[in-house]
């Protein structure tokens, strides 16, 4: 936890402070700020997201070595981004959410305050979204600049909609991965092996498989987001392996919402009655 | 009982509880913690007192809302604490490890958990810089927490637990790692929280350290309530089993001899100048050594029973 500038709270009539839900939730977020991104994951996250930006350093040192333009982002983006750097970003960020206060035994001073534990959960998922997202928020702009600026001002302004479509398949994708491994955070007790696994062995390699097999794989659907929503050919040939039919951005987009409204209803209904004995 | 001792304010029994706990049993697996507790806490000062493992800290885990317990009913203020808000505007709770958010400054620690707690922000300010002052940690207020002493991080803990001015505290071990002048500081600060009505739950096993804060006591060992009520009240209670009175006497082997005719004296042991006597009935057995030393057939220098302190009930119990 880490302390911002301070809101104004509301009391009960009798002057007794008092939380509801989302008044839990925004001062939580509030108070937690960037601190999920503190300490040596924050050290470690930053260096993995700034990893990629060598592919376009390697250009100016050896032209046609690394990636440039806006072909050479979204190729970048989709080997490196969407399949492996988002979905750990996701995972350590989610996972610490609750997690930290666990490991770190802080959790008892929250959860003895006069705050429902639904805020307090609301809350930490919404600030895993809001550290997740404002990290590979930079290192997308950082590396929109560093591939596409060599081509010129103009190349800068005319590829501006591939970084804003990126952006909102990110953060749509976040919203869904920061709810499942916040649930697996509350529910196993090794929610990062299981993590790990989940994204490595399921996530990464299922959008490859042959027939609807992609479809239960959630980067399937934000595939097929960027693809409905940019119509790049880089994002198309992905969201279509072995010819399968794009589905419509609706359906991806509902998936994506579902996963998020089953993650969080599990993770609140487990957290609201789990023991802990920090 | 030291002077500090004799003005501790002990709950009033006719105070309705604030703690009730019934027949409660909890389980870690298959490691029983608490078998079978009923308890109740009134205002006042109770400590909690038994050795580690005891049962002490799942007690107060329970007590503060943050375990269900497996069986039995827990009630604060009326009503079930197991994550309730409304329990917790009205409890504070310093628990027994020493963790903190490390990176904040004492001043950010305790003003973060007061405006998560609901205050207004000037208020939490106001109170953080009250609270402060209070445990001592006003110098230090703007330092790391990471850069605290254990006593320091001790004292910021119970700063947590009191700022939102709360009915109940319970207190984890309070005094572990606290220099002399904290402890001594710690244990007045104990002592005026209750001393101001509110209900103060504080656990330890330094016993004279509890009994120089409270007169009123629950024992626990292995997950169960040996004891509870005042040490007096406890002392009592045990009358019926063996009592051990240490004499001093001019002639120590001949008030032996003269005593050891009496029932409910069960043995002696004779030193130099004093006799240690095991009795059954120590009220018979007092009347008849004043009889003795009224008499003048051997001169009584001394005596007293080395039962009445906590640490000999606690023995006692526990063997």
Request: aromatic share 8%; proline share 5%; net charge neutral.
């Given at each position: 936890?880490?302390?911002?500038?301070?809101?104004s709270?509301?009391?009960?009539?009798?002057?007794?402070?008092?939380?509801?839900?989302l008044?839990?939730?925004?001062?939580?977020?509030?108070?937690?700020?960037?601190?999920?991104l503190?300490?040596?994951?924050?050290?470690?996250?930053?260096?993995?997201?700034?990893?990629?930006?060598?592919?376009p350093?390697?250009?100016?040192?050896?032209?046609?070595a690394?990636?440039?333009?806006?072909?050479?982002?979204?190729?970048?983006?989709?080997?490196?981004?969407?399949?492996?750097?988002?979905?750990?970003?996701?995972?350590?960020?989610?996972?610490?959410a609750?997690?930290?206060?666990?490991?770190?035994?802080?959790?008892?001073?929250?959860?003895?305050?006069?705050?429902?534990?639904?805020?307090?959960?609301?809350?930490?998922?919404?600030?895993s979204?809001?550290a997740?997202?404002?990290?590979?928020?930079?290192?997308?702009?950082?590396?929109?600049?560093?591939?596409?600026?060599?081509?010129?001002?103009?190349?800068?302004?005319i590829?501006?909609?591939?970084?804003?479509?990126?952006?909102?398949?990110?953060?749509?994708?976040?919203?869904?991965?920061?709810?499942?491994?916040l649930?697996?955070?509350?529910?196993?007790?090794?929610?990062?092996l299981?993590?790990?696994?989940?994204?490595?062995?399921?996530e990464?390699?299922?959008?490859?498989?042959?027939?609807?097999?992609?479809?239960?794989?959630?980067?399937?659907?934000?595939?097929?987001?960027?693809?409905?929503?940019?119509?790049?050919?880089?994002?198309?040939?992905?969201?279509?392996?072995?010819?399968?039919?794009?589905?419509?951005?609706?359906?991806?987009?509902q998936?994506l919402?579902?996963?998020?409204?089953?993650?969080?209803?599990?993770?609140?209904?487990?957290?609201?009655?789990?023991?802990?004995?920090? | 009982?030291?002077d500090?001792?004799?003005?501790?304010?002990?709950?009033?029994?006719?105070?309705a509880?604030?703690v009730?706990?019934?027949?409660?049993?909890?389980?870690?697996?298959?490691?029983?913690?608490?078998n079978?507790?009923?308890?109740?806490?009134?205002?006042?000062?109770?400590?909690?007192?038994?050795?580690?493992?005891?049962?002490?800290?799942?007690?107060?885990?329970?007590?503060?809302?943050?375990?269900?317990?497996?069986?039995?009913?827990?009630?604060?203020?009326?009503?079930?604490?197991?994550?309730r808000p409304?329990?917790?505007?009205?409890?504070?709770?310093?628990?027994e490890?020493?963790?903190?958010?490390?990176?904040?400054?004492?001043?950010?620690?305790?003003?973060?958990?007061?405006?998560?707690?609901?205050?207004?922000?000037?208020?939490?300010?106001?109170?953080?810089?009250?609270?402060?002052?209070?445990?001592?940690?006003?110098?230090?207020?703007a330092?790391?927490?990471?850069?605290?002493?254990?006593?320091m991080?001790?004292r910021?803990?119970?700063?947590?637990?009191?700022?939102?001015?709360?009915?109940?505290?319970?207190?984890?071990?309070?005094?572990?790692?606290?220099?002399?002048?904290?402890?001594?500081?710690?244990?007045?600060?104990?002592?005026?929280?209750?001393?101001?009505?509110?209900?103060?739950?504080?656990?330890?096993?330094?016993?004279?350290e509890?009994?120089?804060?409270?007169?009123?006591?629950?024992?626990?060992?292995?997950?169960?309530?040996?004891?509870?009520?005042?040490?007096d009240?406890?002392r009592?209670?045990?009358?019926q089993?063996?009592?051990?009175?240490?004499?001093?006497?001019d002639d120590?082997?001949?008030?032996a001899r003269?005593?050891l005719?009496?029932?409910?004296?069960?043995?002696?042991?004779?030193?130099?100048?004093?006799?240690?006597?095991?009795?059954?009935?120590?009220?018979?057995?007092?009347?008849r050594?004043?009889r003795?030393?009224?008499?003048?057939?051997?001169?009584?220098?001394?005596?007293?029973?080395?039962?009445?302190?906590?640490?000999?009930?606690?023995?006692?119990?526990?063997?």
């Amino acid at each position: 936890m880490t302390t911002s500038k301070p809101s104004s709270t509301t009391s009960s009539p009798d002057g007794a402070p008092r939380r509801g839900l989302l008044d839990g939730a925004a001062v939580t977020v509030r108070l937690a700020g960037l601190s999920l991104l503190r300490g040596r994951r924050g050290v470690g996250l930053v260096l993995l997201c700034a990893a990629p930006l060598a592919w376009p350093a390697m250009e100016l040192f050896e032209p046609g070595a690394g990636a440039k333009g806006g072909v050479g982002f979204v190729d970048l983006l989709t080997k490196s981004y969407f399949p492996v750097i988002n979905l750990i970003v996701a995972l350590f960020v989610g996972c610490g959410a609750i997690g930290e206060e666990v490991d770190g035994k802080t959790l008892p001073y929250l959860l003895t305050r006069p705050v429902p534990r639904s805020a307090l959960l609301i809350g930490r998922w919404l600030s895993s979204l809001v550290a997740a997202g404002a990290l590979l928020a930079a290192s997308y702009v950082a590396l929109y600049v560093a591939t596409v600026a060599p081509m010129g001002a103009e190349a800068l302004r005319i590829d501006l909609p591939i970084l804003g479509w990126a952006l909102v398949a990110m953060a749509l994708s976040l919203v869904a991965y920061c709810a499942l491994f916040l649930l697996l955070s509350v529910v196993v007790k090794w929610p990062l092996l299981v993590g790990l696994a989940l994204v490595f062995v399921w996530e990464h390699f299922a959008v490859d498989l042959p027939g609807s097999v992609p479809r239960w794989s959630l980067l399937h659907h934000v595939y097929t987001l960027l693809a409905r929503l940019s119509g790049d050919d880089g994002y198309v040939a992905i969201a279509r392996p072995y010819g399968l039919e794009l589905l419509p951005a609706s359906d991806s987009l509902q998936v994506l919402a579902w996963t998020t409204v089953i993650a969080l209803a599990l993770a609140l209904r487990r957290f609201s009655r789990k023991s802990f004995l920090v | 009982m030291s002077d500090a001792t004799a003005a501790v304010v002990e709950p009033a029994a006719a105070e309705a509880p604030v703690v009730q706990l019934e027949r409660v049993s909890h389980w870690y697996g298959p490691v029983i913690g608490l078998n079978d507790v009923s308890l109740e806490f009134r205002p006042g000062v109770t400590g909690l007192l038994g050795p580690n493992g005891a049962g002490k800290s799942t007690l107060m885990r329970l007590m503060t809302g943050q375990m269900e317990a497996s069986q039995g009913s827990v009630r604060v203020f009326g009503a079930s604490p197991f994550a309730r808000p409304e329990v917790f505007r009205r409890l504070g709770h310093s628990p027994e490890h020493e963790q903190l958010w490390d990176h904040l400054s004492g001043r950010d620690h305790l003003f973060a958990l007061l405006h998560y707690g609901g205050f207004a922000a000037r208020d939490a300010r106001e109170r953080t810089a009250r609270t402060l002052a209070r445990v001592g940690l006003e110098a230090a207020a703007a330092k790391k927490v990471g850069a605290y002493s254990k006593g320091m991080r001790q004292r910021l803990r119970i700063a947590q637990a009191i700022a939102h001015d709360p009915e109940l505290v319970v207190l984890d071990e309070p005094l572990n790692g606290l220099d002399p002048v904290g402890r001594r500081e710690m244990i007045d600060l104990v002592r005026e929280l209750g001393a101001s009505g509110r209900s103060v739950v504080v656990s330890g096993h330094v016993l004279h350290e509890v009994e120089r804060m409270t007169r009123r006591i629950a024992l626990i060992h292995r997950g169960r309530v040996l004891a509870e009520g005042t040490i007096d009240e406890i002392r009592r209670a045990l009358d019926q089993r063996p009592h051990h009175v240490r004499v001093a006497a001019d002639d120590p082997r001949g008030l032996a001899r003269l005593l050891l005719e009496e029932p409910g004296v069960l043995s002696v042991r004779v030193a130099a100048d004093e006799a240690l006597f095991e009795v059954k009935e120590p009220g018979h057995f007092f009347d008849r050594l004043a009889r003795i030393a009224a008499d003048g057939f051997i001169a009584v220098k001394e005596y007293e029973s080395t039962d009445d302190n906590l640490q000999a009930i606690f023995d006692y119990l526990v063997a």
